[in-house]
């Protein structure tokens, strides 16, 4: 660009009145060669030629090369603020200061203001990072003393809860011995009411003290005052004990019981037998408690030192939400109706971790419920195999005293089953079949003591096959037992009628009766 | 005893602290009030360094802060002989940003010797930079120090040590 001679002499003279420039000229060791322009306003003097300009201003310390610098802004040491300008000629350096002090003071308001505002807005920002770590721990505060609150208000409900609870729960067998025990001091009273009176306060002792004892338990698993006794013991044996306990109070609702043993289970064990037992009793009685139709199985397996049981029943299930509760002491989830401390489950699943195991569910409503228990257990070497189970003699006024068989038929297995067992035990000599045809043909060629007919099956009904039966000449009672409502002239086709659910203990006596009575 | 002149740049972010710490370093003072530097403000200080037998001519160049150099601040550090980074213990940003400078400045110049001062070590309740922090700087920087100009807390001693790399890499070479 080239401008008029008289406007670059113009711009030349505002320049320099402006920037006041004062010029040195340096030889390459530094010295003063020469000067130009008004040194006093930068804080300079009139050097002499030759003085040492590195001392004197030593902004021009290491700056010096072979390219023209430009520095702006520098303040010196004498507080002058000057735009820097070095410019190389041949060995030597010229060296321009300009007045930049106007310039400064207002690049420097204008910086002050958004260093200032930056400054501001970080400590803005560790304010609202400062709160919201007080909200955060205020809310975690607040949480933490709700959870508490919930827990206490549960802990007293739970209180509340229990002493109402158990104050029924002894209200009811007290009243009863006391209201027994009234009567029986009755004037008048039969020595048959005084013993009836006697058996029920026996009845609501022997509860009052189960009771008393579960709340015992509970409160040494608690506190931590139960030992264990580990002993070696017939797992089978205790199976069979469990079978023989379980098995008629399934049977007096109808369902059916079964204990299923995995080939790998071990006879001989070493675990604490009681605590074991009394797992096992805890749960396979929960589950014939709330189990009002179907069936109840315990299936036993064992696995690299854990023994496993699961407890099956098709009862009405249980809720998400009330597994958490089963656990808890004197929560009973939604069957808070049932009779019961409510310490069943609680107890159990003590003894389990107690023993070095734990306990598990799985149901959901409709779908019946698993309980799982898996304790550890050592194991003994036997040359015992198993054998079936010796199941205990029942009562004697049940169980055949003379060789005695019945054909049982049923289409149902499980039926079939537990009908079998009942029979077995009392000593009966057992023929089974699931079909009219096959009953027909067995009773024919074995001619049976008693024929035992479910009647709403598939095929030949168990009416048509009672009908048959007598057309061939067979003498014999004829026992119907099944779940429909026969009318009397269907009735009139057997010996005796009896209606699923029956009650094992009458079934079995009128068994007796018909082939025992001659 | 020999008179060495070394240029030295002191820089960082903006209010970490470097005017104040060439400040007390210079003069022995410190003021609470916040200025802003534009530019460079350049100033001297004489050390003697007594084992080496030199007295050390600082001519301290202390740059405008920034987050980042542009051409006119880089410039600025032309012929510095070393460097002093000073962050501000109370802002762990800043460490970020004198990670960066240092970058730029290797990047344009040799490397030269350098201290960390983590600054304002007076502000313990907003300190944010935790030990371990400090300690992974040491492979950057040839030495580092907890500093408060407020107080002086070992600035001097920093310095000094500047001092003595600058004049053992120079005698060395």
């Given amino acids: ?380 070497p036997t040359a015992d195999s198993r054998q079936d189970p010796a199941l205990p003699t029942p009562d004697e006024d049940v169980c055949a005293t003379r060789p005695t068989s019945i054909l049982i038929l049923d289409d149902d297995e499980d039926m079939l089953a537990l009908i079998e067992h009942y029979l077995h035990r009392a000593g009966y000599g057992l023929i089974v079949s699931s079909s009219g045809s096959e009953a027909i043909s067995k009773a024919v060629a074995y001619k049976p003591d008693l024929v035992i007919l479910d009647v709403n099956i598939p095929g030949i009904n168990g009416i048509d096959v009672a009908l048959n039966l007598r057309r061939q000449g067979f003498d014999k009672p004829i026992v119907a037992l099944t779940a429909s409502t026969l009318s009397a002239a269907e009735q009139a086709s057997f010996t005796r009628y009896f209606q699923k659910p029956a009650k094992m203990p009458a079934l079995l006596a009128e068994v007796k009766r018909l082939t025992h009575d001659d | 005893m020999t008179l060495i002149t070394s240029k030295v740049c002191v820089v960082g972010d903006f209010a970490v602290g470097k005017t104040s710490v060439v400040e007390r370093f210079v003069n022995n003072q410190f003021s609470e009030k916040y200025l802003t530097t534009i530019g460079v403000k350049v100033d001297t200080k004489e050390i003697d360094l007594p084992l080496r037998h030199v007295t050390q001519k600082l001519i301290i160049w202390d740059v405008a802060g920034s987050d980042h150099f542009g051409d006119s601040e880089i410039s600025y550090l032309r012929g510095s002989a070393g460097f002093i980074f000073v962050v501000d213990g109370t802002r762990p940003q800043t460490l970020k940003t004198a990670r960066s400078l240092r970058r730029q400045i290797e990047a344009k110049y040799d490397r030269r010797p350098s201290v960390m001062l983590a600054n304002k070590k007076d502000l313990t309740n907003a300190w944010e930079i935790s030990a371990d922090q400090i300690e992974s700087l040491a492979d950057d920087y040839d030495a580092v120090y907890r500093t408060s100009a407020k107080t002086g807390d070992d600035i001097e001693t920093a310095l000094i040590r500047l001092a003595d790399l600058i004049v053992g890499r120079e005698l060395h070479e």
């Fill in chain 1, 1 to 380: 660009m080239s401008l008029p001679g008289h406007v670059i002499e113009y711009l030349q003279d505002a320049f320099a009145a402006e920037t006041r420039p004062f010029c040195f000229l340096i030889d390459e060791h530094g010295s003063l060669v020469a000067t130009w322009g008004d040194p006093a306003w930068c804080g300079l003097q009139d050097f002499a030629p030759g003085t040492n300009m590195l001392e004197a201003t030593p902004y021009i310390v290491g700056i010096l090369d072979d390219e023209p610098h430009k520095l702006n802004f520098v303040t010196t040491g004498a507080g002058v603020i000057v735009h820097l300008r070095t410019i190389p000629h041949e060995s030597q350096h010229y060296v321009v200061l300009l007045d930049a002090g106007e310039q400064h003071d207002f690049l420097q308001q204008k910086q002050q203001s958004s260093n200032e505002l930056r400054l501001l807005h970080r400590g803005q920002q560790r304010l609202i990072a400062r709160q919201r770590d007080l909200i955060s721990d205020l809310v975690e505060a607040k949480a933490e003393l709700d959870h508490l609150r919930r827990e206490a208000e549960r802990s007293s409900a739970s209180k509340s809860q229990f002493i109402a609870m158990m104050s029924h729960e002894f209200r009811t067998p007290l009243a009863s011995i006391v209201n027994y025990a009234d009567l029986a001091l009755e004037d008048g009273v039969s020595d048959n009411q005084i013993h009836k009176s006697i058996e029920a306060i026996g009845r609501s002792g022997r509860h009052l003290t189960s009771l008393v004892e579960a709340l015992l338990d509970d409160a040494r698993l608690e506190g931590g005052h139960i030992e264990l006794r580990e002993k070696f013991f017939d797992l089978y044996d205790l199976l069979d004990d469990l079978a023989a306990m379980m098995a008629p109070l399934a049977a007096e609702k109808a369902l059916s019981y079964a204990t299923l043993v995995d080939a790998d289970v071990p006879r001989r064990v070493r675990a604490d037998e009681v605590r074991l037992r009394q797992i096992l009793i805890n749960l396979l009685g929960n589950a014939i408690k709330f189990t009002e139709e179907g069936s109840i199985r315990l299936l036993v397996t064992y696995h690299d030192g854990r023994l496993a049981a699961a407890i099956i029943d098709t009862g009405p299930g249980i809720s998400a939400e009330d597994q958490d509760k089963v656990f808890r002491a004197f929560e009973r989830g939604s069957q808070s109706g049932r009779a019961g401390a409510g310490l069943g489950l609680t107890i159990t699943m003590r003894l389990a971790h107690l023993m070095g195991g734990d306990i598990s569910l799985d149901s959901s409503p409709g779908r019946g419920c698993t309980v799982s228990v898996h304790v550890p257990v050592s194991t003994a």
